[in-house]
């Protein structure tokens, strides 16, 4: 209510101590509620805060909040982003969870030709060290070159960690992974983005991504 979107605009850890309390008595904060803390403490900086809080505000029996990629099967898992996925449609994007041929699900996502498009992205808590982003993806025959590239970067606007681009291949299923490294200092978050890449033609380029990891 009032009194709770107050406090958590003026004391965000006042507001979670709340919340932790509303919680052992049975009752928690609304999904809105909730969501309005974590946006304020990622504005703030305080992301292990926030990614303890988003854990904390999961229902009962769902996956466990860990800090590598959340729901990378693309299902449609509880938790609001920003660690959970945030999928964009704008401008002729489309970004949906949807099965694929197989039936399985999948992220399904169409990249219009003419300019970089925000596609899909999650708010990660790595910790400093090497790591592999990984997956598979399935990408409609169409136009030549560079059509989608997931990256990496800092949150905050840090440095970029890293950046893989995927075109056209065989048909099929084909995995794709790229290395990079989290640095010591100066990148408590990171954001994963999957962007669709401006290309040759008029048709959106298309595309469906599982085992994101």
């Given amino acids: 209510g009032p009194f709770t979107a107050a406090l958590t605009k003026v004391d965000p850890a006042a507001a979670g101590r709340l919340f932790e309390a509303m919680a052992a008595n049975?009752?928690?904060?609304?999904?809105a509620e909730g969501s309005r803390l974590i946006a304020v403490m990622v504005a703030e900086g305080d992301y292990a805060g926030a990614r303890?809080?988003?854990?904390?505000?999961?229902?009962?029996?769902?996956?466990?909040?860990?800090?590598?990629?959340y729901n990378g099967d693309f299902k449609a898992r509880p938790g609001d982003p920003p660690f959970n996925w945030s999928l964009i449609a704008k401008d002729g994007a489309v970004a949906e969870y949807a099965p694929a041929s197989d039936g399985a699900p999948a992220l399904h996502v169409l990249a219009p030709a003419l300019s970089n498009a925000p596609l899909a992205g999650q708010l990660l808590t790595l910790r400093p060290g090497?790591?592999?982003?990984?997956?598979?993806?399935?990408?409609?025959?169409?136009?030549?070159?560079?059509?989608?590239?997931w990256r990496i970067d800092c949150a905050g606007g840090g440095a970029?960690?890293?950046r893989t681009d995927l075109t056209v291949g065989p048909p099929g299923w084909r995995p794709f992974a790229a290395g990079f490294t989290v640095p010591a200092a100066g990148c408590?978050?990171?954001?994963l983005w999957l962007t669709g890449l401006a290309h040759d033609g008029f048709d959106p380029a298309e595309a469906w991504w599982r085992g994101v990891a």
């Fill in 26 to 31: 049975g009752w928690g904060p609304t999904p």
């Fill in 160 to 162: 970029a960690l890293g």
């Fill in 188 to 191: 408590p978050a990171q954001w």
């Fill in 52 to 69: 303890a809080e988003w854990g904390r505000l999961l229902p009962r029996g769902a996956p466990a909040a860990v800090p590598l990629v």
């Fill in 130 to 149: 090497a790591y592999s982003l990984s997956g598979k993806v399935l990408v409609a025959p169409g136009e030549t070159g560079a059509l989608f590239s």
